[in-house]
């Protein structure tokens, strides 16, 4: 199994900056991609940004510009720094690992996720 950490949310004015940080435990080994998805109150999940290990970016429209996703392989972490935020950008934000195993099995793991609230 795999196991995700979230940390770094918090409550943040709006035009401030919060960073995520995200620690994968337990059986990481063969794990390609990893992300972040948010969830809004009354909203469905929709993705944030995700990273290969090779270090390939993928964000949502709403991102780009503001968020930028890192990672560190070696640490077994990946980081979300959220520039420029806005009252919409309040969620629970959530870590991701999408785990291969084998046999064309691929799983996607989440974390408990994060508190983010921007006030206005």
């Known amino acids: 199994q795999v196991q995700l950490v979230e940390s770094g949310g918090g409550l943040v004015q709006a035009g401030g900056s919060l960073r995520l940080s995200c620690v994968a435990s337990?059986?990481?080994?063969?794990?390609?991609?990893m992300g972040w998805y948010r969830q809004a109150p009354g909203k469905q999940r929709e993705l944030v940004a995700t990273i290969t290990s090779g270090g390939s970016t993928n964000y949502a429209d709403s991102m780009k510009g503001r968020f930028t996703i890192s990672r560190d392989n070696a640490k077994n972490m990946v980081y979300l720094q959220m520039n420029s935020l806005k009252p919409e950008d309040t969620a629970v934000y959530y870590c991701?690992?999408?785990?291969?195993?084998?046999?064309?099995?691929?799983?996607?793991?989440w974390g408990q996720g994060t508190q983010v609230t921007v006030s206005s």
């Open positions: 991701t690992a999408e785990k291969d195993y084998g046999r064309g099995v691929k799983v996607e793991h």
């Open positions: 337990g059986s990481i080994f063969s794990i390609n991609v």
